[in-house]
């Protein structure tokens, strides 16, 4: 399968694979927002889930004043997928608009 083909931005790019919400949090944390993020919704039974990673995002841009950087979503899980969509959409929308 070929992962970067739901890359928000192209192919040439140096992947990082964080595969739970600790790894995820760890490396912002630690290098800044990426250039881009692929969520999974589903990470592992009984881990936190690729929502809580962008309740997360959201979070942290709120705190620093930025948008979220690029993203998609790759997961099978459809509820899911729409449920990261939809919550980054709206902070979108929120953010641009000043919080009104």
Excluded at 25 to 40: E, R, S
Excluded at 47 to 57: E, I, S
Aim: hydrophobic share 40%.
């Amino acid at each position: 399968m070929d992962w970067l083909a739901y890359s928000p931005i192209g192919k040439e790019v140096e992947v990082i694979w964080v595969k739970n919400m600790q790894e995820f949090v760890n490396w912002i944390q630690k290098n800044g927002l990426p250039d881009g993020i692929c969520f999974d919704h589903d990470l592992g039974e009984n881990q936190p889930t690729g929502y809580d990673c962008a309740k997360w995002l959201v979070e942290y841009c709120l705190d620093n004043k930025v948008l979220p950087p690029l993203w998609a979503c790759q997961s099978a899980n459809p509820v899911g997928k729409v449920n990261i969509n939809r919550l980054l959409k709206s902070f979108i929308l929120r953010f641009e608009a000043g919080f009104r």
